[in-house]
Nanobody
Framework: QVHLVESGGGLVQPGGSLGVSCVGAGSTWRSYDGWFRQAPGKEREFVAAISWPDGGTWYGDPAKGRFTIARDNAKNTVYLQMNRLKPEDTGVYYC?????????????????WGQGTQVTVSS
């Protein structure tokens, strides 16, 4: 079992930066940690993922060049740093754990989810 808790969401102006984090409790073994987001009225979409063994990273198109995923193994914490934020980045951001089967960009591949943290980009 893995219990995930996100934090760090909030309100930020367009063009600003915000970091969110996800602390995991329970088993530390996994293949990937991922971030997804869900805007009102839209489906949950892939944002970024990081590989557990080697730190390799993947980014969804909206995140490329603006967001950075990182992990602190000692703290069992995954971070998502978001820069140059846009109003369309608004949504609930979820962290998730992928134990090893399926594509890292596919929501169905993830086995455990946090409760989400709200990010609002607005002036």
């Amino acid at each position: 079992q893995v219990h995930l808790v996100e934090s760090g969401g909030g309100l930020v102006q367009p063009g600003g930066s915000l970091g969110v984090s996800c602390v995991g409790a329970g088993s530390t073994w996994r293949s990937y940690d991922g971030w997804f987001r869900q805007a009102p009225g839209k489906e949950r979409e892939f944002v970024a993922a990081i590989s557990w063994p080697d730190g390799g990273t993947w980014y969804g198109d909206p995140a490329k060049g603006r967001f950075t995923i990182a992990r602190d193994n000692a703290k069992n914490t995954v971070y998502l740093q978001m820069n140059r934020l846009k109003p369309e980045d608004t949504g609930v951001y979820y962290c998730a754990v992928h134990l090893g089967a399926g594509s890292v960009t596919n929501i169905a591949s993830y086995d455990y989810w946090g409760q989400g943290t709200q990010v609002t980009v607005s002036s």
